[in-house]
């Protein structure tokens, strides 16, 4: 007969054995789940290449991919400047609508007190593309030099009202992104207020 240690010992092995056999149980049929493609933890995915249509945002952007950041200021396009790519453009990057900060303070003054006549712009929109800032009251437009947009996606401006030769009155914003062939812009939803 059995003595009391051995069937101590066979009452520990047999929980450990049921233990084992649902394990081996449970790991057949994640295999057959595999198989049939029912999982798929340790398929190979291949990510999807980026195209050319697809706005998507990051650092180090190629030029024929393009990016999508949230917006600083709230521009809208205007669809009146618009064009879409033809298709045999399908190849070059997708134009995205310009975004950013067109200028950093929207009522400076002229003679820089209160408020400073030294302005920053930004403009965000596909890389490779040109951007263009342009300021306009009544019949008068001024512009920002063009700027091409740099693989981060943006393009900055450090400048002052006399710079561009802005003088006092409401002066409507509005950022133009051009590449190959293409064209769209934004109109910031704020007006620059320039004061004496």
């Not at 400047?81 to 997708?94: I, L, Q, V, Y």
């Not at 900060?101 to 003679?111: E, M, R």
Request: aromatic content about 6%; overall charge positive; proline content about 5%.
């Amino acid at each position: 007969m059995y003595s009391k240690n051995t069937k101590n010992k066979y009452r520990i092995i047999k929980p450990a054995a049921i233990t084992v056999m649902l394990i081996l149980v449970l790991f057949l049929v994640f295999l057959i789940l595999q198989k049939e493609q029912f999982t798929h933890f340790f398929q190979n995915k291949q990510s999807a290449p980026i195209t050319a249509g697809q706005d998507t945002k990051g650092e180090g952007v190629s030029l024929n991919t393009s990016q999508n950041q949230s917006q600083i200021s709230s521009p809208t396009p205007s669809n009146s400047s618009s064009k879409t790519a033809s298709s045999s453009d399908e190849t070059s990057a997708h134009l995205l609508s310009p975004t950013g900060n067109f200028v950093s303070d929207h009522a400076p003054n002229l003679g820089g007190s209160p408020r400073p006549n030294s302005l920053t712009s930004d403009c965000t929109t596909t890389p490779g593309a040109t951007c263009v800032i342009t300021f306009t009251d009544g019949s008068v437009s001024k512009s920002l030099s063009s700027q091409i947009i740099n693989q981060t996606g943006t393009a900055y401006w450090n400048w002052t009202l006399q710079q561009v030769g802005l003088t006092v009155g409401t002066w409507k914003i509005e950022a133009t992104a051009s590449l190959n062939g293409q064209s769209i812009s934004a109109i910031d939803a704020n007006t620059l207020q320039v004061s004496p």
